[in-house]
């Protein structure tokens, strides 16, 4: 593999595939799917609380656009973009990644719609149409709060001290919370409800999807939270905690995406990368290589991250074949 990036150091990257495949998460910890079963229980049992603050205009046609204020179980408050297609077929959760969606369309899953080519016509997913849910989750995005640090080096840390208060077990919140609301608002969605996410996205779709049954089929693009070592390093803010505080690895334990991957009970297609500056790709591998064999389909991808290569791009038109086919 010949990648050439303009990086400013060498990023985390693992050439022998066959060692990629044979990545695996360590040891789980005790109560570890009780733990995250608890928190869907209170999502699901809190009182419904959310409004739709504004409707906005829209560049497609007889598309509706909302942005909505909703309150989680835990009090804290959240927003979220729903876009309503005349013609819904179904439902998409869309998981954050720190390039929150700033925009209705600021989504991963939105941007491979807009990369098909003309050639590629049994594929094109334009007229592919479903009702989009964009959380953007506390602390991030239209979801800032005085509370909540924005800043991703400070983000990612907020709460570490224990794993009920770490600010992912929020953030997962924050997603199933979105999808009761998506549901509330339009209940068709039930019938054909999917996931997508990258990076963050990607590692917190593997987390719920663990604990819910409502997703019919998803996909995770180069998946966060396989592992924390590297993402927990990578900045001197989070390095000197580190050095200092040795004992939140086993917070992190129970973040780990890639315990959660192999309850996964659903199709899912993954796309992991061989080199990734921002998420190691051991890590993206472990969560991967969790998933069920018969529940997954795998496009490798050679980075993540950064510059797209010829070969990614046929791993995006691959993903757009199987988007089409399961959602």
């Known amino acids: 593999m010949d990648i050439k990036q303009d990086f400013t150091f ?26 995250w079963q608890d928190t869907y229980n209170l999502v ?39 876009t309503r297609p005349a013609d819904s077929k179904g439902g998409i959760l869309s998981g954050q990644g720190y390039g929150h969606p700033l925009t209705p369309d600021d989504d991963y899953y939105t941007y491979l719609l807009k990369q098909a080519s003309d050639d590629e016509a049994e594929e094109n997913l334009t007229t592919h149409r479903l009702t989009r849910c964009l959380p953007m989750i506390r602390g991030l995005g239209l979801s800032q709060c005085k509370d909540i640090p924005w800043q991703t080096a400070y983000h990612a840390m907020h709460g570490i001290g224990s794993k009920e208060t770490y600010i992912l077990r929020g953030a997962v919140a924050d997603e199933w919370m979105a999808v009761r609301i998506l549901l509330d608002m339009f209940p068709d969605c039930a019938d054909n409800l999917n996931y997508s996410g990258g990076s963050m996205g990607g590692g917190m779709g593997a987390l719920l999807l663990a604990c819910d049954n409502r997703f019919k089929a998803a996909f995770l693009h180069v998946p966060a939270f396989g592992e924390f070592h590297y993402f927990m390093t990578r900045e001197d803010i989070r390095k000197k905690y580190f050095a200092e505080h040795p004992e939140v690895y086993g917070v992190l334990r129970y973040f780990n995406a890639a315990h959660a991957a192999k309850y996964i009970r659903i199709p899912v297609c993954c796309t992991p990368a061989l080199s990734d500056p921002t998420v190691a790709p051991y890590g993206q591998f472990a969560i991967v290589n969790a998933i069920p064999e018969q529940y997954k389909t795998v496009f490798i991808r050679e980075t993540g991250h950064s510059k797209e290569t010829a070969k990614d791009k046929e791993a995006e038109r691959q993903l757009r074949i199987w988007i089409k086919k399961n959602f």
Request: aromatic letters at 14%.
């Open 44 to 82: 699901m049992d809190a009182p419904l609380k959310y409004r739709i603050e504004t409707e906005l205009w829209s560049p497609v046609p007889e598309e509706k656009i909302f942005r909505v204020r909703a309150v989680n179980w835990d009090g804290v408050e959240f927003s979220m973009w729903i």
């Open 10 to 35: 060498d990023p985390p990257c693992v050439t022998n595939f066959e060692d990629l495949l044979q990545v695996k998460p360590p040891e789980q910890p005790a109560g570890f799917r009780k733990f």
